[in-house]
């Protein structure tokens, strides 16, 4: 095989072979600088998770506080309760004892509402009597008038 040696060839060959060894060395780097952020990102992953536990245990520490304070005012009132004997029962019955009279209240006023309806009616009832009984007096008086 003939090979050949001008002086433009070798130095076209040489061209390519750096620009092949340009090439190698961009990819290199950018592998590189691609490990380089992949390594960031796992850092700043494994950070978030860890600032994402510490507030889970924070949140669960506060609710373990909260739910002991609750249980501690719960049992406070029942102590206060049975001190002075004003328990869940008697709340109970004075809701219920509330409750009857709004109830009561409420049919009072509904009946109140309902008589005065059936006076309204029997005022409208009666002036209608009134004015049909006047009619009829005019009716008479004229028909009077009539024969006479």
């Known amino acids: 095989m003939f090979i050949l040696t001008t002086p433009v060839i070798v130095m076209h060959i040489e061209k390519e072979k750096s620009r092949e060894r340009e090439r190698k060395k961009r990819t290199r780097e950018k592998e590189s600088e691609r490990e380089i952020e992949k390594e960031k990102e796992k850092k700043r992953e494994r950070e978030r998770e860890r600032d994402r536990e510490k507030n889970r245990t924070k949140k669960r520490e506060h609710n373990k506080i909260e739910r002991k304070r609750r249980e501690r005012k719960r049992r406070e009132r029942k102590m206060r309760e049975r001190k002075t004997g004003t328990g869940e029962r008697k709340r109970r019955e004075k809701r219920r004892e509330r409750k009857m009279r709004k109830t009561k209240k409420k049919e009072k006023r509904e009946k109140e509402r309902e008589k005065r309806k059936r006076e309204i009616k029997k005022e409208k ?24």
């Open 125 to 148: 009832e009666k002036e209608r009597e009134r004015k049909s009984k006047k009619k009829e007096e005019i009716e008479r008086k004229i028909q009077k008038e009539i024969h006479n």
